[in-house]
């Protein structure tokens, strides 16, 4: 339904072009003669076309937006949002029970063709019947191939949603059947959606589930890493008027550190790095929560948004003494400034060029730890930004580094001195040198935390 509105309108749209192309051409060449019509004529309709274009974009986003969040298909809308953040098969139940049984009043069964086990179905009388359950198996069996189908009153097969008794997604032999008498008002654009998010739920729910045994069998905890590293940026995004770099070194194999960078537009880029209380198995699982999350909202720009979401998502684990500090903040290069915040993480840095070398500013802690305890209203601080400047964020496995005086690196002249003399290098260089100093600082001790650093420098 979807699709044809948007064929609809660019066709009116390019037929509309068209015709006044048609009609200014008739008229220019009857008094200018043919080759100013044509340049004139040519002018015209290319200027129509962007334009046509444009307005397309934006009637399409609209369409788009009025058809997933109104009348029936807002159900399944939502329910696909909510899903984005299931971490268990708990989540999943409560989801479905709340948005498609409550809610939207339809009946669901979930089976796992794998174990051959029935994991969730609707308390009614229907999804309860044995004869739906052996019809069922009978038509769909464990190799079905993955895909989005939809179901008649005798639970067979249909090749569209027009008079469907409902519908069911498969995805590795996984079945989730939901059946719904108004079947054919869900826009088919939903079913897409629907489907890559059911996909992405049973890939998140497995590596979970993976990590969990892999620590409580103490497996190889290499596997682990591996696993958790997937989280991180593979390679650093290239922006324009920006350069990035980051460092990553795990105490263990498993690490409770992160960071990412996620461009937003031309001229905005989302930057986090955190750090997760203690180490192992509990620390990487709300690790790998923080980077779902923010990946998954639906509005990165909404920075306060972001950190409720991820406190919503760590105590949802009830991991007890688990929690989070982070900084999070969106980069300007139009504005140039940046907006963040800082929810108790060891204080991020900005590095500005002056006459007697680099003024130092203090992106301070303006929240709460996050995930242990409740979060008052948030504040999002803003910071202007000159060209040449360097942001500098670290874990406190950099700042809290101790020499045999159990003196810290990050309160010393030492540190302040090597921002100073090595800001005006590249990221990597800088990360290098600060690198080398906590080195040198520790005596060449092994260092007792995990150790992150994440610079980005804007050109100037």
Avoid at 70 to 75: A, I, K, M, R, V
Avoid at 338 to 345: C, F, R
Wanted: glycine residues 6%.
């Amino acid at each position: 339904m979807l699709d044809k509105k948007k064929r609809t309108f660019l066709l009116l749209t390019n037929s509309i072009i068209c015709i006044v192309f048609v009609i200014l051409s008739f008229f220019l060449i009857r008094r200018y003669g043919f080759l100013f019509t044509l340049t004139v004529a040519a002018s015209v309709f290319f200027l129509c076309l962007i334009g046509g274009n444009c307005l397309y974009q934006v009637i399409s986003e609209r369409l788009e937006y009025v058809t997933f969040n109104t009348l029936e298909t807002s159900f399944l809308t939502r329910f696909v949002e909510r899903l984005r953040f299931c971490y268990s098969l708990d989540d999943f139940f409560d989801t479905a029970a709340d948005l498609l049984e409550c809610e939207a009043d339809c009946e669901v069964l979930y089976i796992d063709k794998h174990l051959d086990a029935v994991l969730y179905n609707s308390p009614s009388r229907f999804t309860c019947k044995p004869e739906t359950l052996k019809t069922l198996n009978n038509n769909f069996p464990a190799s079905w191939s993955d895909g989005v189908y939809f179901l008649d009153d005798a639970l067979g097969l249909l090749s569209s949603c027009s008079g469907a008794r409902g519908f069911f997604l498969v995805a590795d032999e996984q079945h989730l059947y939901i059946f719904c008498r108004y079947t054919r008002l869900f826009d088919p654009a939903i079913y897409v959606l629907l489907f890559e998010e059911f996909k992405r739920f049973q890939t998140r729910i497995r590596l979970i589930s993976r990590l969990t045994k892999v620590s409580e069998l103490s497996r190889e905890w290499e596997l682990l890493a591996e696993a958790q590293r997937s989280f991180l940026p593979h390679r650093l995004p290239s922006i324009t008027h920006m350069r990035i770099g980051a460092y990553f070194k795990p105490l263990i194999n498993v690490s409770g550190d992160y960071y990412t960078v996620l461009p937003l537009s031309e001229y905005k880029t989302l930057v986090m790095l955190g750090d997760v209380s203690g180490k192992g198995l509990a620390a990487a699982l709300v690790m790998g929560i923080v980077m779902n999350t923010i990946k998954n909202l639906a509005n990165k720009e909404d920075l306060a948004g972001a950190v409720y979401a991820i406190d919503a998502a760590i105590k949802k684990m009830h991991l007890d003494d688990k929690y989070t500090v982070l900084f999070i903040g969106i980069i300007d290069t139009q504005c140039m400034s940046i907006k963040y915040i800082n929810a108790s993480m060891a204080d991020p840095l900005i590095l500005t060029r002056s006459p007697r070398g680099h003024n130092i500013k203090i992106l301070a802690s303006n929240c709460s730890l996050i995930g242990i305890i409740d979060i008052d209203t948030i504040q999002v601080a803003e910071q202007k930004l000159f060209h040449g400047d360097v942001l500098l964020m670290v874990s406190d496995g950099v700042t809290e580094v101790m020499n045999d005086d159990g003196e810290q690196f990050g309160n010393t002249q030492l540190y302040l001195e090597t921002l100073n003399s090595n800001a005006d290098k590249s990221p990597t260089e800088l990360i290098e040198s600060i690198r080398d100093a906590i080195v040198s600082f520790s005596g060449g001790k092994k260092f007792r935390d995990d150790v992150t650093m994440l610079v980005v420098k804007l050109d100037g």
